[in-house]
């Protein structure tokens, strides 16, 4: 199977609420992403696992956590959902130093209310 | 950090005319430029790609062209249809951060 898959595909949750999203790929890929996608901008970087080391960006560090129990899959936790929250949740794969482009899910679509 | 830059916000052309973005980077460790693709309500989809020892790439309708010296690369949709219509991202990759840094993208419509 070589697709990254992310559940749900879609998700509302209320303000102050917890939210936790799911990606998972059984292609032994050694980095999973987490993007933030808005209308009319670009895709942000939220975090990344190369293996077991995660890497935050420092703008979103403390808003976003993530956890990779094994290879194949990696959530991303959102403590209390505000709605600025409300986005495109992108989880994407590669084997870093390979030069092949990082493989997208089809996204989790969080409305916060 | 990684600074990536599309040229082009919007561009429309008619069907059967070609369509090209430019994206200019600045990050020297940047050695691997994917463009995606993103259709009304979907996720991202790989288009093409260019590797840092060559300046040119075709993969049927799609060239993507690459000046290092510059810091920029180009895609060009030849023989345009309407399904190409959508947003179009490039994305310099670093291969040692494990990086990929988008620029805005680009909104192409094509016109029958």
Known sequence: DTTVKQNPRYKLARVGKP???????????????????????????????????LNREADTFE???????????CSLYIGSAGLEYSAMYLCASSRVGYNQAPLFGEGTRLSVL | GEKVEQHESTLSVREGDSAVINCTYTDTASSYFPWYKQ????????????RSNVDRKQSQRL??????????FSLHITATQPEDSAIYFCAPYNTNTGKLTFGDGTVLTVKP
């Open chain 1, 19 to 53: 939210v936790n999203l799911i990606c998972s790929q059984t292609m032994n890929h050694d980095t999973m992403y987490w993007y933030q996608k808005k209308p009319n901008q670009a895709p942000k970087l939220l975090l990344f696992y190369y293996d077991k080391i």
């Open chain 1, 63 to 73: 808003k976003f956590q993530s956890s990779r129990p094994n290879n194949s899959f």
């Open chain 2, 39 to 50: 259709e009304a309500g979907k996720s991202l989809h790989f288009v093409i790609d260019i």
């Open chain 2, 63 to 72: 060239i993507v062209l690459l000046d290092k010296k510059a810091k920029r």
